[in-house]
């Protein structure tokens, strides 16, 4: 069984047919056609992709280095992954390149990409595309009932990046030490840590986990989460913000070490967990468990839980820079990792554990069989322990959150 068991909303629906446009390059702030895939392929050949992601996961490094040999051996494209502490990093270097009119040649092919990054390349011009429907395997995405496949944090993606992978926000607990039922909101977690102090904690605020613990503690506290669907101004935000912090400033005493000192990221805290020294961590992955366990890196007794009300959930994306060297081979890349095999790959905790982006009822029987194929694990959540996915507030609610996080816990 696979993480199929977990929240993969399978929903029958007709694949569109593809639009394959005229090649034409044009000034960076306007829209790109892209050329037809026998074309893209021939181009492609003997291309290097530089693919900037996020290195902060091995298996996700084992899995990138695997998706390139393939791609290598298929296509002939070499993919070298350029490692990112922070998608910022290469966001600054395209923004850089475009400064000083280095509008061909740029040195970032495609970029593993969402939320507030996404907003700033698309809002500056900074994107290939739209090149989505160019794709042969995109006809097998859920574009209708994974709405965060086609809209990243309020923002329309309009083909301009490629879903790869989805994610939702849990807590893993080790049910060797945490009795009884896990606090499933978030008033219940500040009871819960009122009652065992330094038990909990949540990375720094400035890596994206802490800053998504605070984002959901809002979005569970907020009376109308639809206000968090529009941009957090100068106007509302002290507003809409004030139970988050009333919330935190109770919560904040009773962390590990009295919120005094936060782990770096979810690595160090995933390793709190392992060490005994806390018993409830954050994730943005609902096979956390099961892989980190799989891996000895946790306990086999760990689980997973959610709040009642639902959790964040996203998909990431993968972008071509409008001014790519190698345009073609990231969008070989880019549709490679649509194809239903790598997306089975990539959702077995055996190897990754990333929910896949697909629509069930677009593939074939065998297709999906690769799916129903997956290493199972007592700690992955079901389907119903997971609930449905909330959407993500706008890109400027996490920013602002951030800031006004880093500016009260410097006083």
Request: glycine share 6%; with cysteine; hydrophobic share 45%.
């Amino acid at each position: 069984m696979l993480l199929r068991r977990t929240c993969l909303r399978w929903t029958a629906a007709s694949a569109g047919a593809l639009l394959i446009a005229a090649a034409s390059i044009t000034r960076p702030a306007a829209a790109q056609a892209t050329p037809a895939w026998s074309d893209v392929l021939a181009r492609a050949r003997g291309q290097t992709v530089y693919f900037n992601a996020w290195a902060g996961d091995e298996k996700m490094n084992d899995f990138i280095a695997w998706a390139g040999a393939e791609v290598k051996k298929r296509h002939g494209v070499e993919v070298v992954h350029v490692r990112l502490k922070d998608t910022a990093e290469a966001v600054a270097r395209v923004v850089a390149e475009k400064t000083a009119g280095r509008h061909e040649g740029g040195s970032v092919d495609l970029v593993w990409i969402n939320g507030p990054n996404f907003l700033a390349m698309k809002q500056q011009g900074l994107l290939f595309g739209p090149v989505t429907q160019a794709l042969p395997n995109f006809r097998y995405v859920d574009t209708t009932t994974k709405r965060s496949n086609v809209i990243d944090f309020t923002t329309p993606v309009d083909g301009y990046a490629v879903p790869w992978r989805m994610a939702q926000i849990v807590f893993v607990y080790d049910g060797a030490r945490l009795k009884g039922a896990p606090p499933r909101s978030a008033p219940a977690l500040l009871a819960w840590a009122e009652r065992h102090p330094g038990r909990l904690t949540h990375p720094n605020v400035s890596n994206f986990l802490g800053s998504t613990f605070l984002k959901q503690a809002l979005l569970d506290l907020v009376d109308d989460a639809s206000v968090l669907q529009r941009p957090a101004t100068d106007e509302n935000f002290a507003q809409v913000t004030a139970p988050l912090w009333a919330w935190y400033d109770k919560l904040r005493p009773h962390l590990w070490r009295g919120g005094r000192q936060f782990p770096e990221n979810g690595s160090v805290q995933r390793q709190l967990l392992n060490d005994g020294e806390i018993d409830i961590t954050i994730s943005f992955n609902p096979a956390e468990a099961a892989v980190s366990s799989r891996a000895g890196l946790l306990p086999a007794s760990v689980r997973t839980f959610t709040f009642a009300r639902g959790t964040i959930g996203n998909t990431s994306f993968v972008a071509i820079p409008y001014n790519a060297r190698a345009r073609e081979g990231a969008m070989v890349l880019a549709d490679f990792l649509l194809e239903p095999a790598v997306q089975a790959r990539m959702q077995d905790i055996a190897h990754v554990g990333a929910l896949n982006v697909l629509d069930a009822g677009k593939l074939s029987p065998a297709q999906r069989a690769l799916f129903e194929a997956l290493t199972d694990s007592p700690a992955l959540p079901t389907a119903a322990e997971l609930g449905r996915p909330q959407l993500e507030p706008h890109a400027s609610w996490m920013t602002r959150i951030t800031a006004e996080w880093q500016r009260r816990t410097s006083r």
